[in-house]
């Protein structure tokens, strides 16, 4: 029944990878690592095998080579003042999650959110409650790996990777293995218990998604004018679900008319840094699909056709230049002061300008080209694969619309862009 399932709400392929982990669950009941089907689809990524090179794997690699450890707070939140200053992740990032939508879902509630923070490739939440923080990081190569870390200061084993729990909701197809790996972002019906009202009523949201559409079960501060959307929306009589469009209360300052804040780094959950994350992590998604996608056409033929690694490059290409994001239909301001500490993180070139700076009155991003380009999974695709991304860029910034469908930008936008690049990236101008 399983199976019959997977393959009518799936696809034959993602079942036939389903059965192939039912399988190897029956077969051993060893580590995990012998489980995973990345292992056996992408053997040159070493997902759960290689040890991981992300910004937090690395900082708890130096932190112990010196002797030193994070700085805890008993009284207050324990590990993740010094996690967050030593990551680089500023406090004006925290957002918060009010539905059970989580491992922590035990400790979750519209009054007792779980907060998150994050930078360009970290991610770091924090309840009230629980014994340890949820850390999740972006490996060049392996993608989204997860680590549980402790709040127990006497904790031997301060923190471990998760290979087993979180691939079983991000995985690309679920169930611990059978796509690869993922970030999720979701909208979800909440009640005032913070249990979702109805799965068939949530979704998996995009940067595609419209915003009076995201949000629902976040808390959400900041103006967005007559900008709807479901933040700050609790369901407390499910008649009200029968009267669509939902919407949260929005134009908040502070979330005080639904909740005491004062264990938390923060008073906001910053609808700026709602955008930036939805944005970041559909590129981050598409770049994980695309590295692990190429590098097993590469192993297979090192002189694949263009072609085909063109077809992998495509959807990656359309989210770096946000073709698909749905227009702001008014102006949106944040509440907590993230917006201008993005900002100033650059690169910029001389006159000031950046691919981090915001637009915020049509569109998310005042030039469209996600600042995602510096990032080091970029740098890590195979030399062909980055060669011919760059390539696309250089195309798409010359007025050619054929890799966007159709859509293109203004040239002047266009412009400014390849300025920018040629100040701060001038190796993705010079590709062929």
């Not at 689809?41 to 997902?47: F, H, T, V, W």
């Not at 085909?308 to 749905?326: N, S």
């Given at each position: 029944?399983?199976?019959?399932?997977?393959?009518?709400?799936?696809?034959?392929?993602?079942?036939?990878?389903?059965?192939?982990?039912?399988?190897?669950?029956?077969?051993?009941?060893?580590?995990?690592?012998?489980?995973?089907?990345?292992?056996?689809?992408?053997?040159?990524?070493?997902?759960?095998?290689?040890?991981?090179?992300?910004?937090?794997?690395?900082?708890?690699?130096?932190?112990?080579?010196?002797?030193?450890?994070?700085?805890?707070?008993?009284?207050?939140?324990?590990?993740?003042?010094?996690?967050?200053?030593?990551?680089?992740?500023?406090?004006?990032?925290?957002?918060?999650?009010?539905s059970k939508s989580s491992l922590k879902q035990r400790f979750i509630s519209p009054q007792t959110p779980r907060s998150m923070f994050f930078t360009d490739e970290v991610y770091v939440t924090y309840v009230p409650g629980s014994r340890s923080l949820e850390v999740t990081a972006m490996d060049p190569m392996q993608g989204p790996v997860f680590f549980d870390v402790s709040q127990d200061v006497k904790a031997e084993k301060p923190y471990k990777q998760e290979t087993d729990r979180c691939l079983r909701c991000h995985d690309t197809y679920s169930m611990t293995g059978g796509g690869v790996p993922r970030f999720m972002l979701s909208s979800v019906i909440t009640a005032a218990d913070g249990n979702i009202v109805s799965h068939e009523l949530s979704e998996?949201?995009?940067?595609?998604?419209?915003?009076?559409?995201?949000?629902?079960?976040?808390?959400?501060?900041?103006?967005?004018?007559?900008?709807?959307?479901?933040?700050?929306?609790?369901?407390?009589?499910?008649?009200?679900?029968?009267?669509?469009?939902?919407?949260?209360?929005?134009?908040?300052?502070?979330?005080?008319?639904?909740?005491?804040?004062?264990?938390?780094?923060?008073?906001?959950?910053?609808?700026?840094?709602?955008?930036?994350?939805?944005?970041?992590?559909?590129?981050?998604?598409?770049?994980?699909?695309?590295?692990?996608?190429?590098?097993?056409?590469?192993?297979?033929?090192?002189?694949?056709?263009?072609?085909?690694?063109?077809?992998?490059?495509?959807?990656?290409?359309?989210?770096?230049?946000?073709?698909?994001?749905?227009?702001?239909?008014?102006?949106?301001?944040?509440?907590?002061?993230?917006?201008?500490?993005?900002?100033?993180?650059?690169?910029?070139?001389?006159?000031?300008?950046?691919?981090?700076?915001?637009?915020?009155?049509?569109?998310?991003?005042?030039?469209?080209?996600?600042?995602?380009?510096?990032?080091?999974?970029?740098?890590?695709?195979?030399?062909?694969?980055?060669?011919?991304?760059?390539?696309?860029?250089?195309?798409?910034?010359?007025?050619?619309?054929?890799?966007?469908?159709?859509?293109?930008?203004?040239?002047?936008?266009?412009?400014?862009?390849?300025?920018?690049?040629?100040?701060?990236?001038?190796?993705?101008?010079?590709?062929?």
């Amino acid at each position: 029944m399983l199976l019959l399932s997977c393959f009518m709400s799936v696809n034959r392929h993602a079942c036939g990878r389903l059965l192939w982990v039912l399988l190897s669950l029956l077969a051993s009941v060893g580590s995990v690592q012998a489980q995973l089907v990345y292992d056996a689809e992408y053997p040159q990524i070493g997902y759960g095998k290689n040890p991981p090179a992300d910004p937090y794997t690395l900082l708890m690699k130096t932190l112990a080579a010196k002797g030193e450890k994070l700085p805890f707070v008993a009284e207050g939140h324990g590990y993740l003042d010094g996690l967050l200053q030593a990551l680089g992740i500023d406090a004006s990032s925290q957002m918060l999650v009010f539905s059970k939508s989580s491992l922590k879902q035990r400790f979750i509630s519209p009054q007792t959110p779980r907060s998150m923070f994050f930078t360009d490739e970290v991610y770091v939440t924090y309840v009230p409650g629980s014994r340890s923080l949820e850390v999740t990081a972006m490996d060049p190569m392996q993608g989204p790996v997860f680590f549980d870390v402790s709040q127990d200061v006497k904790a031997e084993k301060p923190y471990k990777q998760e290979t087993d729990r979180c691939l079983r909701c991000h995985d690309t197809y679920s169930m611990t293995g059978g796509g690869v790996p993922r970030f999720m972002l979701s909208s979800v019906i909440t009640a005032a218990d913070g249990n979702i009202v109805s799965h068939e009523l949530s979704e998996i949201t995009e940067q595609s998604t419209p915003v009076e559409e995201r949000w629902a079960g976040w808390y959400v501060t900041g103006m967005s004018g007559k900008q709807t959307h479901r933040g700050n929306f609790i369901v407390e009589d499910v008649s009200v679900l029968s009267k669509r469009p939902w919407v949260g209360v929005i134009n908040l300052g502070n979330l005080d008319q639904f909740v005491d804040l004062a264990a938390y780094p923060r008073k906001t959950s910053d609808i700026v840094a709602l955008l930036v994350l939805q944005h970041q992590v559909e590129v981050q998604n598409r770049l994980v699909r695309l590295n692990y996608e190429s590098r097993k056409l590469l192993a297979a033929n090192s002189k694949i056709a263009a072609a085909e690694l063109q077809a992998l490059i495509k959807p990656l290409l359309q989210v770096m230049f946000m073709a698909d994001e749905p227009q702001l239909v008014d102006a949106v301001q944040g509440s907590s002061g993230y917006q201008q500490w993005f900002e100033k993180r650059g690169p910029a070139a001389k006159d000031g300008k950046s691919l981090r700076q915001f637009d915020l009155q049509t569109r998310t991003f005042r030039y469209r080209l996600s600042y995602l380009i510096y990032s080091d999974a970029v740098a890590a695709l195979a030399a062909p694969v980055k060669q011919l991304l760059f390539s696309d860029i250089t195309v798409v910034l010359a007025g050619d619309s054929t890799l966007l469908d159709g859509k293109t930008l203004p040239a002047d936008e266009r412009q400014a862009i390849r300025d920018i690049l040629q100040a701060t990236k001038p190796e993705v101008l010079a590709s062929p």
